[in-house]
């Protein structure tokens, strides 16, 4: 093995002094991947579909969990991606508005997630909240969830492959490559999200290897019953 310390104590200082220097480049690099972003500057959307009844399991005071009405699909959010990799939390300082956030609760139930995705995501659209959230609800209007999984009555165990299956029969514009299954990872995975992948235009489009690294790798999950 080569060493890269000397005996000459000012020069082991300095590589000591370049080490550091380079792990903190790294560190501002990684950070500014994650959190830098040109609002509409992006590739393509994913569209989040989260299973709502899984959720309440783990969070039953939720505000989608605690009121009248039961939810099965929920809107996550509507995420601009990069073909690597994606944009956050974009240096625009604009507020959602109250009648806004009214107008997406009956598929984005909680006040509080409406915030944060546009905070996260949809600042980094390049649109104002109010076109934002026109265009989620669009790109939501867009995919028609199967009968099967708008009555879930009783909890339901089967592969991923099988619910995207089902999804790709109800809309026969989407294809393998541009829908992903998601689970909780535990010893009985249960549904957690359906991502689809969009282009610009909200025309399904293939998800990039970063979208689809996400997939449920079970064999079966669970799907919990909408109460």
Known sequence: MTCLFSEHPLKNALLILLALSMLAAGASARHRKSSAGEPGTFDYYLLS???????????PGAAECSGPRRFGFIVHGLWPQYEKGWPENCNVHQQVPDDVVAAISDIMPARGLVHHEWSAHGTCSGLDPADFFALLRRAYAGIAVPASLSRVTQEIEQPPSAIAAEFLHANPKLSVQSIVITCSRQDAPRLREVHICLDRDLNPRACSADAARGAC?????????IR
Do not use: E, G, K, M
């Not at 579909?49 to 969070?59: G, H, Y």
């Not at 790798?217 to 019953?225: D, G, M, N």
């Open 49 to 59: 579909l989260s299973w709502s009844p899984a959720f309440c399991l783990s969070d």
């Open 217 to 225: 790798r079970a064999a079966t999950l669970i799907v919990p019953p």
